[in-house]
């Protein structure tokens, strides 16, 4: 990824729309992280983690600049706008990638509440992910989460 293509982190620019699949996955990441209400200390090392793991991300210099960056870009929009803008930025893979990685961070403080469970569901409408899939992600990504 160029760094002119993300933005708020080196080059500074302030944009205020989504436009790499990085960015929608990262913004569908910040909308899982909200979807209980609460951000915890375990949510935010998630984010630093999913960057520094996944290629997807592999010209991001600061995962909590990107991150505040994209959250920015989508501060004023609606859970279902952000929802739509990402998905359209999506191919069925990384859109299954999206669908993962929020499985995560909804799973980083160890629980899945009923506001999450339902943010899982949206997205995974939204993003086309065929239910037998997202269960296979949701049971690996509880197994890969267990500490006992």
């Not at 520094?52 to 991150?67: C, H, I, N």
Request: some cysteine.
């Amino acid at each position: 990824m160029k760094n002119a293509d993300i933005c708020g982190c080196e080059c500074g620019c302030k944009r205020k729309s989504l436009k790499t699949p990085a960015d929608a996955v990262m913004a569908i990441c910040v909308l899982a992280l909200a979807s209980d209400g609460k951000l915890r200390k375990q949510e935010i090392e998630r984010i630093d983690s999913m960057i520094s793991m996944s290629p997807l991300f592999s010209g991001v210099k600061s995962a909590r600049e990107y991150a505040a960056c994209v959250a920015e870009a989508v501060a004023g929009m609606g859970r279902a706008e952000v929802i739509a803008a990402a998905a359209a930025l999506l191919s069925s893979r990384t859109s299954e990638t999206a669908y993962a990685w929020a499985a995560q961070m909804v799973l980083a403080d160890g629980r899945v509440v009923p506001t999450e469970h339902k943010f899982l569901s949206e997205i995974r409408k939204a993003l086309g992910i065929h239910g037998v899939l997202a269960g296979k992600i949701n049971a690996v990504t509880a197994m890969l989460n267990r500490a006992k």
